[in-house]
Each structure stands twice: as C-alpha cells, then as structure tokens.
C-alpha cells in the first residue's frame, strides 16, 4: 500500500508561471511532511517542510498548502525558473525513524 | 561542517555474486544513518535505519543486509545479487534521536547495474 501519493507525474510549465504539485497520504499519524528536490545523478535535498500543526509554510518562492482533514497538501512554486526543473518529492513521517517518499513529480520549466 | 562519503559510485556485478557498499559521515558524532533504494525514475524506498554502533533496523526485506560498524560508518552488503537489485543506493545522515521529524541529508548515491 502507497503511502504517500502525487500527482501529476510530470509537469511542463514556463518561465513566470506557478506550477502546483500535489500529495495526499493515507497514515493519519504523519505529522511532519518534508518535500525534496532531486536533480539527475543527484541524492535529493530538502526543499521545504511543514508539521501538521501549520496549514501553511512559505520560504521565498516555495509555498506548502496543508489540509490535515483531507490528508492532501501541495507545493507551489511561483515564479518559475528554468533551474527549477528537477524531481520533486513529497515525503510523510510519523514518530517513528521512517520516511516514506511519494512516487515524484518531474518539473520542466520551459524558457 | 559535516560531509557524507558514498563508495563506489558505481558498479556494475553479475547476478549471484556479493556486494558491498560504504558511506562514511564526517563533523557529525553519533547520528542517525539510512539506507535508501531508488528504482530507474522511481521513488525512494527506505531500507534500513540506524541510531547506534551496532544496531540497524530492517525496514523493507530486499535479501540485503546492513551493518555500523563505527559511529561514523554504514555498510550495505549482499552475498548474492538479483537483477531486482539494479538502481540508486543513497545513503542519508541526520541527528541523532530517536522520533520526531529531522533533516535527511543524503550523499551522491551509489548507481548499481546488475547484468
């Protein structure tokens, strides 16, 4: 069973525009929800996170939207850059030393 | 400030024979190690956690094993390989402690291709 899923699998945006990546989650025991940026050859680093206490996080052009009751949140990234394109991966813990990381959704920002 | 040592940073083994993979942490005592699988354009798939010398937990049973035999090092090891274990080794370090959320910081990855 998926635990963390996202949508959409790709996505093409271009320069300027938002582009807007989806997660939900099945666990109602996550409370700290990380999303990683991974560039090819590359292991991911973290973008931005949000604990479920928060609805909202916001660092610089990177915005998480949180909504515990519906088990989804979503990442938005403003202003798109063309060095933005990457993988991007929405991530789920509990209290418990495991991350489960969602399936990604690969971003192509189109000069 | 604290670096994480993959090796190799690739290899490519027939099906059957052992492996060994290393990653090394330096500037940082006693932290928390991992193991992470990543298929070819897939997810990430923990494999296996430590927060001590001596003590790893299984989280996915891949017919691999994981070993810490220093504080600062985390081995990751077969003694026969399956086709299935092709793809992206990552190693990850991040504080020590035991629950809540921390940072994964995760090396450059060991690329695996087994023919």
Not at chain 1, 27 to 31: E, I, L, Q, R
Not at chain 2, 69 to 72: A, I, R, S, Y
């Given at each position: 069973q998926q635990q963390v899923r996202q949508s959409p699998q790709s996505l093409t945006v271009w320069e300027g525009e938002t582009a807007i990546l989806n997660c939900s989650y099945e666990?109602?025991?996550?409370?700290y929800f990380p999303w990683y940026q991974q560039f090819p050859g590359e292991g991911p680093a973290l973008l931005i996170s949000i604990r479920s206490v928060s609805d909202k996080k916001e660092d610089g052009r990177f915005t998480i939207f949180f909504n515990k009751r519906e088990k989804k949140l979503s990442l938005h990234i403003t202003d798109s850059q063309p060095g933005d394109s990457a993988t991007y991966f929405c991530a789920a813990r509990s209290n418990y030393n495991v991350l489960y990381f969602g399936s990604g959704t690969k971003l192509t920002v189109e000069p | 400030a604290q670096t994480i040592h993959q090796w190799p940073v690739a290899e490519i083994k027939a099906v059957g024979s052992p492996l060994s993979l290393g990653c090394t942490i330096k500037g940082k005592s006693s932290p928390n190690l991992y193991w992470y699988w990543q298929a070819t354009g897939g997810t990430l798939q923990q494999l296996f956690y430590s927060i001590t010398v001596g003590q790893v937990e299984s989280v996915v049973q891949l017919n691999l094993s994981a070993s810490r035999?220093?504080?600062?090092q985390f081995i990751l090891s077969t003694e026969k390989l399956l086709l299935s274990h092709s793809g992206f080794y990552l190693c990850a370090w991040s504080r020590g402690g035991t629950g809540s959320a921390e940072t994964l910081y995760f090396g450059s990855g060991t690329r695996l291709t087994v023919l």
């Open positions: 666990d109602s025991t996550f409370n | 035999p220093k504080d600062d």
